[in-house]
T-cell receptor
């Protein structure tokens, strides 16, 4: 089975940097994904990590440590529109296995 | 480019009535298809996934069923809805180990 943990809620200030952590326990590992979900909308893909290290995409970066079962999503220069839930998801082996999602972290960006 | 269509966007159904939600994918062949449900304030729960026509894997035993009559069509059904079936239903697709892309979702309220 799989267990994915992330904080329920976070609050950060506009213009600041925020780090959302995710820890996971899986029998196998075939990639970690981050999604953004605005209230009432479908999740949209943000980033993918399968090897250890940092992946950067503009204001968003994602880090993975497979040995620690740990990932984080880093959001820089926060904007009000970044207020959303951020979902961590893991894929197990074999290929084509569905993503398993954590419960999400609701981020509120305040002025 | 690939697109995913899911309908309807909103649905209000009485307890005991049947359900049929449809999802189609365009611009790709032999996608993996998924149905997830998100209850209010909860994470994404995988309901069904399919790796090919007629191949359905069920993750959660309940009064829902899924079918894949064509390569890019995925249908979620119920013969008799329960109050507990209310939620946000999301169809998604992926290829191999890539990220999953979600449809707009159907918000189902059972009354």
């Amino acid at each position: 089975g799989q267990n994915i943990d992330q904080p329920t809620e976070m609050t950060a200030t506009e213009g600041a940097i925020v780090q959302i952590n995710c820890t996971y326990q899986t029998s196998g590992f075939n990639g970690l994904f981050w999604y953004q979900q605005h209230a009432g909308e479908a999740p949209t893909f943000l980033s993918y990590n399968v090897l250890d290290g940092l992946e950067e995409k503009g204001r968003f970066s994602s880090f993975l440590s497979r040995s620690k079962g740990y990932s984080y999503l880093l959001l820089k220069e926060l904007q009000m529109k970044d207020s959303a839930s951020y979902l961590c998801a893991v894929r197990d082996y074999p290929e084509n296995t569905p993503l398993v999602f954590g419960k999400g972290t609701r981020l509120s960006v305040i002025a | 480019s690939q697109t995913i269509h899911q309908w309807p966007a909103t649905l209000v159904q009485p307890v005991g009535s049947p359900l049929s939600l449809e999802c189609t994918v365009e611009g790709t062949s032999n996608p993996n298809l998924y149905w997830y449900r998100q209850a209010a304030g909860r994470g994404l729960q995988l309901l069904f996934y399919s790796v090919g026509i007629g191949q359905i894997s069920s993750e959660v035993p309940q009064n829902l069923s899924a079918s894949r009559p064509q390569d890019r069509q995925f249908i979620l059904s119920s013969k008799k809805l329960l109050l507990s079936d209310s939620g946000f239903y999301l169809c998604a697709w992926s290829l191999g180990n890539t990220e999953a892309f979600f449809g707009q979702g159907t918000r189902l309220t059972v009354v």
